[in-house]
């Protein structure tokens, strides 16, 4: 049979775990929780979701965050009775977690959520910029699940490692450095700017050359 490593919850410009407004909370809270459970019900064993929407105004941020920490505590505690993890995931532009600091605020206040590594959301800092600071801040094995592709370091592109700016070998020394042990899941969209869309082969001869210049 067919092993499913994770699930990604549903999310949208409401349904997340950040909603200041109560009845929007309410509502997301509800559809996450139950879709969490599902997963559960599953067997899945590491449930991946988005902090926050965005646009979002820095003057918002503190109380996001504080709503974000008391729903992702929640769901990650129906997550731990099942034995499995909630993997809460970096985001690019104005969404929570677009840089460090954020990721190692809520990491801090949920000691058992785990983290979903996308090497193509930070915007705020580079990718080893940010592991680098996990790693300071103590986060060794707190990154459970990672998906992979490249971008241009501005917005998330989804395209195929080395059709961007990823440094490949630093952020697999890094990652390795942070214990990570899981799945490198390859995570692609068709390029906005190109007609052709990737094909599995592509990925095969891609993976092949990023294991070569990350050991993996």
Not at 2 to 17: D, G
Not at 107 to 117: I, N, S, Y
Not at 172 to 193: C, I, N, Q, W
Request: aromatic fraction near 8%; hydrophobic fraction near 35%; glycine fraction near 6%.
């Amino acid at each position: 049979g067919v092993n499913l490593w994770s699930f990604h919850l549903p999310f949208s410009r409401w349904l997340h775990p950040a909603n200041i407004d109560c009845e929007l909370d309410k509502q997301a809270m509800e559809i996450l929780e139950k879709y969490t459970r599902i997963a559960l019900e599953m067997g899945i064993k590491i449930v991946v979701i988005h902090p926050s929407s965005e646009p979002n105004e820095d003057s918002d941020r503190p109380a996001l965050i504080d709503k974000a920490i008391k729903n992702l505590s929640y769901l990650s505690g129906i997550c731990r009775e099942k034995g499995a993890v909630l993997a809460v995931e970096d985001l690019p532009r104005t969404c929570l977690c677009n840089h460090s600091d954020d990721m190692l605020k809520i990491l801090r206040a949920v000691p058992d959520l785990q983290m979903t590594f996308d090497t193509n959301h930070i915007s705020q800092q580079s990718n080893p910029v940010f592991l680098q600071a996990l790693l300071d801040g103590g986060m060794k094995g707190r990154i459970e699940t990672i998906h992979i592709s490249d971008y241009d370091g501005g917005n998330e592109r989804h395209r195929l490692p080395f059709d961007g700016n990823n440094d490949w070998a630093e952020i697999a020394r890094l990652l390795d450095e942070l214990d990570f042990r899981g799945v490198a899941m390859y995570e692609l969209s068709k390029p906005r700017d190109r007609e052709e869309y990737v094909t599995i082969p592509q990925v095969v001869e891609n993976y092949k050359k990023l294991c070569e210049v990350t050991g993996w």
